[in-house]
């Protein structure tokens, strides 16, 4: 099966799938809003894409939850089962998503309940990843439907005893849903445990969110592609990345960017866009982390339509910065709320090749492959 990733056109928001070789699928985040005019039907597309299980019931085989924010889990409770699979209806038609394995990071919804009150949708993933570890705890690795992966350590040793579901940052995962794939690997960046208070205070302030790295392959080549996504991760979490990676900068290097917090500027910058305008200054460090582009790269903006005006999500400064980055390496950029048409947007879909990402769409306008090349985005350091 050719591998792909998919992103959902939803507005200021985030949904991600990714299909493996093998044809399992994550996914990332959801934003599935009411249907109306000018809104996608989402979880139409997203079930067209899923398969069923012996029981007909739809499921991806992983969900990750980059962070608790509305935009990013909108719909859980509606449209995804919650609860062991005993508790799924079995009169009428399947109609809930299974969830196979959850990946999870209580310290992102640590920090988030410090700034702002959890949704109803955030509370009902997090009940859920509080039955699956209790379970764990009590019986070890479970079936599908009860596995889950915890993405980074909690604080204060909360997470220590959780041995083979704990994934630490820094390192590798490499099975899905209990399965090993040999042609699949996900580097965990973030999030990170301070180094001091001071640090501690920053990283609760500023938006903090899972990042992942993805390498897919297909065919003879492992990784073909590498597919970076940060959630809304802002300025002091990016510069961060670069100050720990900067001596392996492949760990941040990709052929797929979904650009954080929806082509926001403040991903950049620590300057706010509609106060000081040309004048806001780029942060150097997080332009380097989020400019590691290998050749013919295309970073996606999951996002409104960009306008030139003071919106921040999304920027228009902010995609200028893609775009000089995108253009360096002969990329491109694109927006999900204008693909194929703002008037009529659809999913976009890439295929992964042995010869790197492949739009998966006719157009003059997106003719490239990109090449698993080691060629890096050029990086100049503000334009401001």
Not at 24 to 40: K, P, S, W
Not at 59 to 74: A, G, N
Not at 276 to 291: H, N, P
Not at 292 to 300: E, L, P
């Amino acid at each position: 099966m050719t591998p792909e990733i998919t992103f959902f056109p939803v507005g200021n928001g985030d949904m991600t799938l990714i299909r493996l070789s093998s044809g399992r699928t994550i996914l990332i985040d959801t934003n599935i809003r009411q249907v109306c005019d000018g809104v996608r039907d989402v979880l139409k597309d997203l079930r067209e894409r899923l398969r069923t299980d012996d029981e007909g019931r739809p499921y991806v085989d992983v969900m990750i939850l980059s962070h608790p924010d509305q935009d990013h889990c909108r719909g859980f409770e509606a449209h995804f089962h919650i609860g062991p699979l005993t508790d799924y209806p079995t009169k009428g038609e399947p109609s809930k998503i299974v969830i196979r394995e959850m990946w999870s990071s209580p310290l992102v919804f640590r920090r988030a309940s410090k700034n702002h009150t959890l949704c109803d949708d955030a509370k009902a993933w997090n009940r859920e990843a509080k039955r699956r570890v209790a379970l764990f705890k009590e019986e070890g690795l479970g079936e599908d439907g009860d596995r889950i992966l915890i993405l980074g350590e909690d604080t204060g040793g909360k997470t220590d005893q959780l041995g083979e579901i704990l994934v630490k940052t820094d390192a590798t995962i490499t099975r899905v849903a209990g399965h090993a794939e040999e042609k699949f690997s996900a580097l965990l960046l973030a999030p990170m445990n301070a180094d001091d208070e001071v640090d501690a205070d920053k990283l609760s302030k500023n938006e903090s969110s899972v990042i992942m790295n993805f390498s897919i392959g297909t065919g003879a080549v492992s990784d073909a592609v590498k597919f970076l996504t940060g959630g809304d991760a802002e300025v002091y979490i990016w510069e961060k990345q670069w100050k720990r990676h900067e001596s392996k900068a492949e760990n941040l290097t990709y052929d797929l960017l979904l650009s954080p917090h929806h082509c926001s500027w403040h991903t950049l910058s620590y300057d706010s866009w509609s106060e000081k305008k040309e004048d806001a200054k780029v942060s150097a460090d997080a332009r380097k982390a989020l400019a590691q582009a290998r050749a013919g790269a295309y970073i996606v903006a999951s996002s409104c339509p960009i306008l030139d005006d003071d919106n921040d999500p999304p920027c228009i400064r902010a995609k200028r910065e893609y775009d000089s980055i995108a253009n360096g390496v002969k990329g491109q950029f694109i927006n999900t709320s204008t693909h194929p048409s703002e008037k009529a947007p659809e999913p976009m879909t890439f295929e992964i090749t042995s010869g790197g990402v492949k739009a998966k769409w006719k157009s003059s306008a997106v003719p490239r492959t990109a090449t698993a090349s080691s060629v890096l985005a050029s990086t100049p350091l503000s334009h401001g």
